[in-house]
């Protein structure tokens, strides 16, 4: 039987692509002492990292990834600049991630303008957002929502770490002309 220890852990978090869930690592280590064992490693692990790693968790799973004070000696890797979103793409992303799921004909009420089709195919190539069902209304229109990948991107746990968007910008007193 493997003993819980920091490096297990680690072994475990490295051999994992998509990170692991605290209860499939808890499954693993099957010792009744194991649970509190491993939240106290967990926390240590993102509180201190190990080496050049840090342990953060995105969409409910732990993962490993390589501390953000190299990312000035990573960036000197990558030979090819990324290609950045429009101001339109990243409304767009917005509005999905505030409003899912929801339909092109609502993201374009909310944004005030039509979504081209290259905007929704960029964010899908990326693989931020997906369609994930149909309206029951006349022409099931297709909802769409963001993906896992999303929040790994972005950093967040849940969609609820989302900043709090300021939905008071139509009160009645900003739309008068007085």
Request: glycine letters at 6%; aromatic letters at 6%; a negative charge.
């Amino acid at each position: 039987m493997t003993e819980l220890t920091e490096e297990a852990v680690l072994a475990l978090l490295l051999a994992s692509d998509a990170g692991l869930a605290h209860s499939e690592l808890a499954a693993v280590f099957v010792e009744s002492e194991a649970a509190d064992r491993l939240s106290e490693i967990l926390s240590t692990l993102a509180r201190e990292g190990f080496g050049p790693l840090e342990l953060v968790q995105t969409a409910g799973r732990y993962r490993l990834r390589i501390g953000s004070r190299f990312n000035p000696l990573l960036s000197r890797l990558r030979q090819a600049e990324a290609r950045p979103l429009s101001r339109a793409a990243m409304e767009t992303l917005a509005v999905i991630a505030y409003h899912q799921p929801i339909t092109r004909p609502e993201m374009e009420q909310w944004r005030g303008v039509s979504i081209g089709t290259p905007i929704l195919q960029q964010l899908q190539e990326l693989d931020w957002i997906a369609v994930v069902g149909h309206r029951e209304t006349p022409g099931r229109p297709a909802l769409w929502a963001t993906t896992e990948q999303f929040l790994r991107h972005f950093g967040l746990n849940t969609l609820a770490d989302l900043p709090k968007a300021e939905l008071d910008l139509l009160a009645p007193e900003c739309l008068s002309n007085s």
